[in-house]
Structure formats: C-alpha cells, structure tokens
C-alpha cells in the first residue's frame, strides 16, 4: 500500500515540478490535492450506496408480496449500514493521506487511526441499534407478541449494545484488548453495580416475570400496598405502566412486583367467570318452620312458583322445612336458572358464622360476563331479587336502625 501511495504522490509532485511550480508550492499543492482526490473518492462512494445500492434495494423488496422485508430493508436500516463502508473507506486511504500531508510524528498518525476506528465502531453500533429497533417493530405487527414485553427485551439489549461499544471505544483509546479490560474491570464492578443498581434489578426482574408468564402488557393487576388497580400499558427495562380506572398512569419499577405480593386478575378474565360473594344478614327471630299457608302462598305467587313447586316437598333429612330453608333453595335455584351465570363453576348459597348481626346467608357464584359493568349489573340484579323475595317467606334481614326507625 505504501508503494502504491508514495508512486502516486510522486507523480502528482513531478507533475507540479514540469508545469513550473517551486518546489516547497508543489510539495504543499501535492499535499491539498490528495486530500480533495481522497475526498471526492468517499463522497463519490457514499453517494453510490446511498442513492444507488439502497434505492435500488429498497424499489426491489417493494416489488415482493411480502411485508416484513419492507422493514427489515428500510432505508434507516440500510443507510446505516452503508454509514459503516464510510469510515473503513476512509482508514483504507488514510496512509495515503498521511503520505501526502507529509506528517512525521507518529502520535498524529496514531491519533488518526484511532479515530478513524471509533468511528468504525460507532457506525457499526448505530446499525445494530437500528436494527434492534427495526426487529421491534416487526415483532409488534404480529399479534402473538401484542401482550409480551418485548420492548424491556429491546431495551436490554440496547443497554448491552451500549456497554459493548463503550468497552470497544475505551480499549482502542488506551490501545489494550477488550478482554483484558474486561479483567481490569472485574475490581470495580461493585462500584458499576450500585451505579446500574435499578437498570440491573429491572432487567432480572422483567426475566423472571417473562419466563414465570407473571405478568404481560394488557393485565389487569391489584396492589393495595401500593395503590395499584389498573391494567398494565407498558413494560420497560426499569419502569411498569399502570392505567388505574381513574385513568391516571402510575409507574413502578418491575423489581417491585418480584419482592411484594399482588394480584394478576388475567386468570379470572382467561376462565370466563367472574365471581361474586355476598352476604346478606336474617334476623334470627325471623327464622320458622315452613307451614302449608306459607307454601300455599308461595305457589300462588308469580316470582316463587315455578321455583318452590319443584322443592317445596323435599324434606330435608332428620327435620321439617323451615322458611329459610325454602328461602335458601328457591335462591339457590334462582341461580342455577339465571342465564348470565356460568353454570360451569361453583354456585351455591350458604350460611356462615351467626353473630350478633344476625345469620349471615352467602351467595357464592360466577357471572358468565367478565367486563366490569355488566358484572355489576347482573351482581345488583341477584342481590335485589334476594332482599325483594326474603318478606315473602317470612324473613327479616337486618340492618342496624336508622334515625327514621327510631322516629317511628
């Protein structure tokens, strides 16, 4: 290379020399028009790549069925990647260059040609940097990923790219290997540590909730130590995104959802039910044995006779029916009936622990609708039903007084 370049610099200053230029102006004139001719050789070959090999890239994968080369090929992606050609251009020509300069310290050329290569490097770290994010996109047009989050993956891998790259400059400045800064940096990474405590922590953190399918974008997530109750928006190397119901967003560092409990309600949401548990409390004094006028009464009336016949004459075993027996079943039956219920899980009606506010009567059951407000709807429509049929067997539920009961 260095003859190459010393029998072009000769020719230029014999040239210089017959034209009838000094020598000391044919030595500098020597020096600038190198330097232009290197020039305009890096500027023509960028130019080339550029508007050449990438637009001609970029008309041919237009031309294909296919749309996830339209992204990959993109003229971002392609133009960095020509972005590296450049600098590898410019350290082929640099001996060139420096032979036409005339420059005799060593620093200088050395100075040079380390720059020239973090310059290499920094082109081939944007690349991959837009590479990564161009993959990103791509993963995001396929629904399978909508719910993974892939953008705390593309951030990792960011944060790695960026330490490779920082390693690689720093080792090329003090002229050592990569590997043998990586052995000086073993003493310090306690110090590194501490300085990347968050962004480290976030990034186990993110893997174990991945791998462990805790936690994905779209879920809707309970922490009352926290405050949170909200759908998950977003899922990053160092931050959660949290849409509460009151839509604000609350954020959360991920390592948080490892050391403290919460709740994943995307089971519930996945099964087809949504459950519904809910007491009601009988005044005890109310409670009696079942007579005929009673279930006479019920039969005649519309809301409980299509469901007391079927189970007004089954005794239970070892005793009489009471009200509240009758109550209990004609509720229960009103649940298995209901068609909003889902009828593939558990229902049942239950009483618990008496106290001294009365016998506490459950309703223990799943409501085929999920979404919030049709849940509500059908819980208030049970409920209701519940406390409107309890004065037609006889029951009393209790309330503690209220200032009209006292007046009357």
Avoid at 62 to 79: G, P
Avoid at 153 to 174: D, K, N, R, S, Y
Avoid at 371 to 383: K, R, S
């Amino acid at each position: 290379m260095n003859i190459f370049d010393h029998s072009i610099k000769e020719d230029i200053y014999n040239k210089l020399i017959e034209w009838g230029v000094s020598e000391g102006a044919a030595t500098i004139l020597d020096g600038i028009i190198i330097l232009v001719y290197l020039a305009l050789l890096v500027i023509i070959i960028n130019l080339v790549l550029r508007w050449g090999v990438v637009r001609g890239l970029h008309w041919l994968v237009h031309r294909t069925r296919a749309t996830w080369d339209d992204i990959l090929f993109d003229s971002n992606v392609m133009q960095r990647l020509t972005g590296i050609v450049t600098p590898v251009v410019v350290k082929m020509m640099l001996p060139l260059a420096i032979a036409g300069l005339e420059i005799s310290d060593t620093w200088i050329e050395e100075v040079l040609f380390k720059c020239v290569d973090i310059l290499i490097v920094i082109a081939c770290l944007r690349f991959v940097n837009r590479l990564l994010k161009t993959l990103y996109e791509l993963m995001l047009r396929r629904p399978a990923w909508h719910d993974k989050p892939i953008k705390g993956l593309l951030e990792t891998m960011q944060v790695i790219l960026a330490i490779v790259g920082v390693i690689l400059i720093v080792a090329i400045i003090i002229d050592k290997s990569p590997a043998g800064l990586l052995t000086g940096l073993g003493a310090s990474a306690a110090v590194i540590s501490f300085i990347f405590k968050d962004s480290l922590m976030g990034l186990l953190a993110g893997v174990q909730l991945s791998a462990n399918n805790m936690l994905k974008v779209g879920d809707w997530i309970e922490m009352p130590s926290r405050g949170i109750d909200g759908s998950v928006i977003e899922v990053t190397l160092t931050t959660i995104k949290i849409r509460r119901w009151d839509n604000t967003c609350q954020t959360i560092p991920p390592y948080v959802l490892i050391s403290e409990p919460f709740t994943n309600w995307q089971a519930m949401r996945d099964s087809g039910g949504r459950r519904v548990k809910r007491s009601l409390n009988v005044d005890m004094t109310s409670v009696s044995f079942a007579t005929e006028e009673l279930i006479d009464r019920l039969r005649r009336n519309s809301h409980t006779a299509s469901l007391v016949e079927q189970i007004a004459t089954t005794l239970p075993e070892g005793g009489a029916l009471t009200n509240l027996d009758l109550y209990m079943r004609v509720i229960n039956k009103y649940i298995d009936v209901h068609p909003r219920v889902n009828h593939t899980m558990l229902a049942m009606v239950r009483q618990l622990q008496p106290t001294e506010w009365g016998l506490p009567i459950e309703l223990y059951f799943f409501t085929a609708a999920i979404d919030w407000v049709p849940h509500e709807h059908l819980q208030t429509e049970v409920i209701s039903h519940v406390v409107a049929l309890a004065p037609i067997f006889g029951i009393r539920l209790y309330q503690a007084p209220s200032s009209v009961d006292f007046k009357s």
